[in-house]
Structures are given as structure tokens and as C-alpha cells.
């Protein structure tokens, strides 16, 4: 996924996966924003990071009913270890504060540290239909922001987890004054868009549409 922000060459639509699997630490963190959202109406949002080799997400940043922002500064730093002479400390830092230490062997410490933005997933609150709870899908914002970044995805949360992947036929000239919130539909995101898209149940895997 990085390689492809930064060339700029993205997946072709036949090579992206039927299916992708998360670990549970991810679910925790969706299942998280998920019921906060529910319980007040505001979105929430997290990012992912890879970060020296391990997939991290960043705290819950809350927004409004609308929209939400994050921004957060993700850091790994290798220490000399105050204890266990011949090993060093990692010290996995978000927005200043170090969230985890393990101890490294000198010899395993990486030359690099290497620390990457993956994607955001933000949450939409339900709205009262007859009824029965009803989730927004994705805005056409939402979509604009895609697809004029150097992002590859993007993430939904609702009752269930949504993902679009940007591919290889994205078009990156479309005109966005001509489509509306209403236009953001599967086919739509298919056909016109060429995105990719999956969606998962809560702690399942995710399927290609």
C-alpha cells in the first residue's frame, strides 16, 4: 500500500484480493468507535500506521455530527535499555506518548525506523427511519478526498465495515460538480469510480463486492 502511494501506480482491479483479514486488535479499536458513536451521535475517526513493522492504530479523535479531522504524529524510537545490558528498548510513541516498550536484542535493532500512513476510518451515526436504524454510506467528500490525495483507501465504519481501495482505473479527472451525495452507490463507485470496494461484518473478513 505504500509502494503504491508512492509511485503512484496502484493496484490493478483484477489483482486486489476477494477477501482481506484483520487482526483483533483492529476489530477492539472499530468496535470501539462503533458503539461510542452510537451512544452520543458523533463521529469518531482513526488512522492506521505501519510502523517499524507492526500495524498500529491511533486514539479515538472526535468530531461532530457532520464530520470529524485527525491528525496525530506516530513515532518508534530505539533506547539503550536502563536494565538488560546488550538491549535496547522500543518505544512506540503516538502524539507524544509512548503506548508500548518491548525490549530488542542490539543485533535485531533495524537500521531504519520506518513509519507510514496507511488510511482513515471514520464513523457515521445511524438516523431514526420508521423505526429502524439507518446508516449513511459514504459521502461524496469522502470520495473527493480519495481520490484527490495520494490515498489508496479508505474506511467507513458503521454497522459494519466498509473499505474502497483506489486501482488502476481510477479516473483522476472527474468532475465532482456534476454528482451528489445521492450518486454515491455501489454501482456507481464500481462503474464510474472504479473503486474497489469490501465490506465486512463486525470481526469477520472483509469481501470484495
Avoid: C
Wanted: proline share 4%; hydrophobic share 35%.
Amino acid at each position: 500500500m505504500v509502494g503504491w502511494r508512492e509511485s503512484g501506480v496502484y493496484p490493478f482491479p483484477y489483482n486486489l484480493p476477494s477477501s482481506i483479514t484483520f487482526p483483533g486488535d483492529f476489530w477492539k479499536d472499530v468496535s470501539k468507535i462503533y458503539k461510542d458513536t452510537g451512544q452520543d451521535g458523533l463521529e469518531r475517526a482513526i488512522a492506521l500506521f505501519w510502523a517499524d513493522g507492526e500495524l498500529v492504530l491511533t486514539s479515538v479523535v472526535k468530531g461532530d455530527d457532520q464530520s470529524v479531522r485527525s491528525n496525530h504524529n506516530i513515532r518508534v524510537n530505539y533506547v539503550v535499555h536502563p536494565t538488560r545490558q546488550g538491549y535496547l528498548r522500543r518505544e512506540l510513541m503516538i502524539d507524544g506518548k509512548v503506548t508500548k516498550r518491548t525490549d530488542v536484542y542490539h543485533k535485531k535493532a533495524p537500521k531504519k525506523v520506518t513509519v507510514e500512513y496507511l488510511f482513515n476510518m471514520h464513523t457515521h451515526p445511524a438516523q431514526e427511519f420508521n423505526g429502524k436504524k439507518v446508516y449513511s454510506f459514504f459521502s461524496l467528500q469522502d470520495i473527493k478526498s480519495l481520490i484527490l490525495s495520494q490515498a489508496v483507501v479508505t474506511g467507513l465504519v458503521t454497522d459494519k465495515l466498509w473499505l474502497l481501495v483506489r486501482t488502476s482505473e481510477t479516473p483522476s479527472n472527474i468532475k465532482f460538480e456534476n454528482f451528489t451525495d445521492a450518486d454515491v452507490t455501489i454501482e456507481n463507485l464500481k462503474e464510474k469510480f472504479k473503486l474497489g470496494i469490501y465490506e465486512a461484518e463486525f470481526n469477520k473478513k472483509a469481501f470484495r463486492k
